[in-house]
């Protein structure tokens, strides 16, 4: 088993990494999500799941400057099966199938990652972030 499963799998006894803000209305369609009023409009990211049918906290992969969300397509396939975990890969704003926008700062896309969290009523979860996304704004 990789190390980055055995890590995984001893995060199933911690508490979540992330809480995000309460649940909003809204309608998840076709692997993207609706605008939300805020002082950052949020981009419609687009993303991909990989359901395990497991109840542990699911895991959210966030590619680096350039990539996209296929960049962890065979790692979220196979942390699925060894832990049964749900597994979502996310385009970030100007990245992938993403639409493009002027702004883009490391604030812009947190806040795309939180509507987007709460709109598929993910309260928690555990992100990996590779360079561009494993920076916090």
Known sequence: MSALCRLIERTAELPAVVSFIPRTAG????????????????????????????????????????????NFHSIAKSLVQRTGRKVLTVDARNHGNSPHSSELTYEAMTSDLKHLLAQLHIEKCVLIGHSMGGKRP
Not at 40 to 63: A, M, N, R, W
Request: charge should be positive.
């Open 27 to 70: 309608r998840v369609r076709g692997g993207s999500y609706g605008p939300c009023s805020q002082l950052i409009q949020p981009s419609h990211l687009t993303y991909d799941v990989f359901d395990g049918k497991g109840e542990s906290t699911p895991l959210v992969f966030l590619h680096g400057l350039f990539g996209s969300k296929s």
